[in-house]
């Protein structure tokens, strides 16, 4: 009888999510999103955000800031926050 020998490993990132559709995380809220390249803007209408608003990818767990005029790897399990920008005129 020949043994298998077992992996003991777990990769570091998750792997990306099977099927064309994929599940992403919106200011908390869960979307299904074709796997593809997607505009900000895009990602803004899906979840609902105000335009208005910037967009955050969670990446290693820091929150990176996305220009408006941006485009995004979807592969699935991505996370976004949104929020009012700050530093504006008075």
């Not at 908390?28 to 105000?50: D, F, M, N, Q, Y």
């Not at 910037?54 to 005029?69: M, R, S, V």
Request: aromatic share 2%; proline share 10%.
């Amino acid at each position: 009888m020949s043994q298998e020998p077992q992996h003991q490993t777990q990769p570091e990132k998750p792997l990306p999510e099977p099927g064309p559709e994929v599940k992403i995380s919106i200011n908390g809220a869960s979307k299904l999103i074709r796997r593809r390249r997607h505009t900000v803007v895009e990602i803004k209408k899906l979840g609902e955000v105000p335009l208005a608003d910037e967009l955050e990818q969670l990446i290693e767990g820091k929150l990176t800031p996305l220009p408006d005029d941006g485009a995004i790897t979807i592969k699935g399990g991505e996370v976004f926050m949104s929020h009012v920008r700050s530093g504006g005129s008075s």
